[in-house]
T-cell receptor, first 113, second 115 residues
Framework: GESVGLHLPTLSVQEGDNSIINCAYS??????FIWYKQESGKGPQFIID?????DKRQGQRVTVLLNKTVKHLSLQIAATQPGDSAVYFC????????????FGKGTLLTVNP | DSGVTQTPKHLITATGQRVTLRCSPR?????VYWYQQSLDQGLQFLIQ???????AKGNILERFSAQQFPDLHSELNLSSLELGDSALYFC??????????????FGPGTRLTVT
């Protein structure tokens, strides 16, 4: 299974820079994807989602890109702020009427002031 | 604050024991989901209840069980605890279930330590 914690991929950026966090998903039948943010000591928090019939979706300062050909998802954060420092997870729903999310490994984003 | 509450925040117990974790969903949410987050397995879906009925099952061990009560709060029961059960246990809730996705709101988690 995938893991988080000691072996998390990490991304360190300067405040104000744009951040790109990548995620490879496992199932070509997955039809729904979500990015979550988890700050230390807290539960995951929904950031943005995208359905498989889309390749791009924009939110406030965030953009999610979906490339179904290579099963790749990315989260772009514009003008990254210190408050964006957290672990970011992608999650996929592998189809079906019940939404059992499968979470990726997670990426630790550190924003340097 | 997501509106989902979980108790207790921390729990320390011995191997072989049984514990109950409690979750109160956001007001108006009918679905409750339980997740386990450990260092070696990451965040894993355990089970989902919708309006008192089990709707979906993930990687939940037979030693674990859950239920959702008429007032919609949920309990996760973990028995015959092993060291490897030490983890963060999250509850999430959403408005609906099945057929379409409803955003899941996560609680702050219960940290279980088995010694």
């Amino acid at each position: 299974g995938e893991s988080v914690g000691l072996h998390l991929p990490t991304l360190s950026v300067q405040e104000g820079d744009n951040s790109i966090i990548n995620c490879a998903y496992s199932n070509s039948a997955s039809d729904y994807f979500i990015w979550y943010k988890q700050e230390s000591g807290k539960g995951p928090q929904f950031i943005i989602d995208i359905r498989s019939n889309m390749d791009k979706r924009q939110g406030q300062r965030v953009t999610v890109l979906l490339n179904k050909t290579v099963k790749h998802l990315s989260l772009q954060i514009a003008a990254t702020q210190p408050g964006d420092s957290a672990v970011y997870f992608c999650a996929e729903n592998m189809g079906g009427s019940n939404y059992k999310l499968t979470f990726g490994k997670g990426t630790l984003l550190t924003v340097n002031p | 604050d997501s509106g989902v509450t979980q108790t207790p925040k921390h729990l320390i117990t011995a191997t072989g024991q049984r514990v109950t974790l409690r979750c109160s969903p956001r007001s108006g949410d009918l679905s409750v989901y339980w997740y386990q987050q450990s260092l070696d397995q990451g965040l894993q879906f355990l089970i989902q209840y919708y309006n008192g009925e089990e709707r979906a099952k993930g990687n939940i061990l037979e030693r674990f069980s859950a239920q959702q009560f008429p007032d919609l709060h949920s309990e996760l029961n973990l028995s015959s605890l092993e060291l490897g059960d030490s983890a963060l246990y999250f509850c999430a809730s959403s408005v609906g279930s099945g057929g379409s996705y409803y955003e899941q709101y996560f609680g702050p988690g219960t940290r279980l330590t088995v010694t």
